[in-house]
């Protein structure tokens, strides 16, 4: 395997500059002897399981905060033996990490007693622990959503004399942004306070149970984990509530024969039953409707709340499955007993009573950790997030009406650090009475921007640059990302491919056992899900928990990037849908309309062109 070191990918023609949409440290450098030589050496994978398109200036914010959470949580709080973080750049857009690995044998030892004593301290008091965790998220959700964003009057209020308030709404401004960025910050703390923690239990098990049976496949593994509830579920089951109570009301049709949520809104409101339903509805929503039609990870993916029609969608397609005899639950019973089975099946070839119990501690262990590594994104990703953009919205919208962006929507052409430039220009001529000088600066740079991103999205960024490892070892890219030395060769003899149309196979993860053959549906995002038929497979980047209702049309799914342990594998595992994840390039070479057989337990696509 060989990969273009870091210094020779080059810019795309017409974005030259474009470094400085981002960070400064996210840079590969060549004027720091130290810092290149370090950056030649390590090895660079995309990161498309969080970015599967060039990330703009501002959402960078959330890749910042796992580029310190993780790493700190990793190195400087519980001290995990073998890896300190993960490292990030950008190449034309694209973000690329690199865990970065404790090399000394003797370290890696001295760090040992520091993770038993602190992560056996969270192990043990997981349940109490987590429920301070809850209550933290929460608390942090309520401020951010009773964060007022306030606007510059003409005059002041006559009570900031009365009162001697001694403030004006011009510094409220500045700190509210200000508030809103660290709030922001400070959930991603939370974020990976367990999360590390709970891969690392995963990967304890998986290592545990693989040098007792060197020939098990990772799937199986996994599969002894499976069936446990989670908050992530929640949202669709709230659908499919809705879904049977519509039934139940008489007022289904309404529902399913419309598309467009405003009117069946109009409609079911001309009833009682249809009033009573909307009540439910409403009730619903909050909090279970704050879940995003993406990652949660950019601006641009919207919520249910923000897209009834969304919703809809699934709704319907619940209801139309209830009216043909279909239980729309999950196979929760089934699922668990084939892992009863497996479970039961490979401890009994146990031979030591030792070696039994450590399985036992640690399958115990991964059980109870395992609802954290999908709620966390419930409060964070979806519901944190939907909020965090709609405030965002709101300071965009001032800074449309003092001209220093043309559209609401142009705030995600700037560094966070950058707005805070803007907002300061905007309130001191406000201040003054004077024109800002950013209304002539910031429409220009956007402008110019929005070209560069245009370019960088039609970029088809490599998977990977630097210097190969013999053998990646790094447990969470490998059982996360799906990175390993075979799939790095398979992404690379794809993306070489002289003509793409002549592939007739990808290989990936094996993330969910099972075979099954249909038509591709490519979907990247919550209006094409909107598109998929039943019996389809489902073609994706990555998948979204918002997008459950469609794991009830589809016959398997197929994604680009993502281990044995990413969403699509775990939610595919729970459905008893067929997965391969992984696949690196399934999205560019796969169309809509291809028939395809899924290979869940070997990981083979095969398409038939």
Same mark, same amino acid.
């Given at each position: ?17 474009? &470094?400085?949409?981002?960070?400064? $440290? ?37 890749? !910042? ?6 790493? +700190?949580?990793?190195?400087?709080? @519980? ?35 520091? @993770? ?40 002041? #209020? ?34 990976? !306070? @367990? ?8 990967? @304890? ?13 990772? $799937?199986?593994?996994? $599969? ?13 089951? &709230?659908? %499919? ?11 289904? $049709? ?18 009682? %039953? ?46 139309? +499955?209830?009216? +043909?005899?279909?239980?729309? !639950? ?26 039994? %119990? ?47 962006? !043309?559209?609401?929507? #142009? ?8 707005? %805070? ?52 070892? &790094? ?25 793409? *149309? ?96 899924? *290979? ?10």
């Amino acid at each position: 395997m060989k990969f273009p070191k870091p210094h020779e990918v080059k810019d795309i023609p017409g974005t030259e500059g474009w &470094e400085r949409m981002y960070p400064y $440290q996210y840079k590969f450098v060549t004027d720091d002897p130290e810092r290149k030589a370090y950056e030649e050496q390590a090895f660079w994978f995309y990161d498309g399981l969080h970015y599967p398109e060039a990330i703009y200036p501002f959402d960078t914010i959330w890749d !910042e905060a796992w580029y310190l959470g993780l790493s +700190q949580y990793n190195n400087r709080i @519980f001290q995990v033996p073998p890896v300190r973080g993960v490292d990030h750049r950008i190449i034309n857009g694209y973000v690329y990490i690199s865990p970065v690995p404790v090399m000394d044998p003797e370290e890696v030892g001295s760090r040992v007693p520091n @993770f038993m004593e602190r992560a056996g301290f969270y192990y043990k008091n997981w349940a109490e622990l987590e429920a301070k965790w809850e209550v933290k998220m929460k608390a942090i959700i309520k401020e951010i959503e009773e964060l007022p964003i306030p606007r510059l009057p003409d005059l002041e #209020d006559i009570t900031v004399v009365t009162e001697g308030i001694g403030e004006s709404k011009g510094f409220h401004l500045l700190k509210a942004y200000d508030d809103l960025i660290n709030l922001g910050i400070q959930c991603w703390q939370y974020h990976f !306070e @367990f999360l590390n923690l709970g891969y690392a239990a995963y990967v @304890f098990f998986l290592d545990f149970v693989q040098k007792l049976f060197p020939s098990i496949p990772l $799937q199986r593994v996994t $599969q002894m984990i499976a069936g446990v509830d989670v908050l992530m579920y929640r949202s669709d089951d &709230e659908l %499919k509530k809705l879904a049977k109570k519509a039934v139940q009301l008489g007022i289904d $049709q309404i529902l399913t024969s419309r598309t467009e949520w405003t009117d069946a809104k109009a409609e079911l409101k001309k009833n009682p %039953k249809g009033k009573e339903w909307l009540a439910a509805l409403e009730e619903a929503r909050y909090p279970w409707f704050h879940v995003s039609t993406g990652t949660g990870w950019s601006h641009s993916d919207k919520s249910w709340n923000d897209d009834l029609n969304i919703p809809l969608s699934g709704i319907a397609t619940y209801i139309n +499955q209830l009216k +043909q005899g279909i239980d729309i !639950e999950r196979p929760v019973e089934k699922v668990r007993a084939e892992r009863d089975r497996i479970t039961a099946e490979y401890r009994d070839l146990i031979t030591s009573d030792e070696d039994r %119990k450590t399985f036992d501690d640690l399958l115990g262990t991964a059980k109870t950790v395992f609802p954290y590594v999908e709620n966390h994104l419930f409060y964070v990703e979806h519901w944190f997030h939907t909020v965090f953009w709609k405030k965002m919205r709101e300071v965009a919208a001032i800074m449309k009406e003092h001209g220093m962006i !043309e559209d609401v929507e #142009d705030v995600w052409y700037l560094r966070r650090d950058e707005i %805070k430039q803007a907002l300061w220009d905007m309130v001191t001529a406000w201040a003054t009475g004077v024109k800002p000088r950013g209304t002539a600066v910031w429409p220009k740079e956007i402008a110019w921007r929005k070209g560069v991103m245009e370019k960088f999205q039609q970029w088809s960024p490599p998977p990977a640059i630097g210097t190969a490892p013999e053998v990646i070892k &790094e447990p969470f890219t490998i059982v996360l990302w799906g990175v390993t030395n075979s799939s790095i060769t398979d992404w690379s003899e794809v993306q070489d491919a002289t003509d793409p *149309d002549s592939i007739t196979a990808l290989k990936g993860f094996a993330g969910s056992p099972g075979i099954v053959e249909g038509k591709a549906r490519v979907c990247r995002n919550a209006d094409d899900i909107r598109l998929l038929q039943e019996g389809e497979i489902l073609v994706a980047p990555t998948t979204s928990p918002s997008w459950a209702p469609a794991f009830a049309k589809i016959k398997a799914a197929v994604t680009d990037v993502g281990g044995v342990m990413s969403h699509a594998a775990i939610v595919c595992r729970e459905y008893g849908l067929p997965a391969v994840v992984g696949t690196g390039l399934g999205t560019k070479i796969i169309r809509t309309g291809m028939m395809l057989r899924v *290979d869940g337990s070997t990981g083979l696509v095969t398409i038939d062109r």
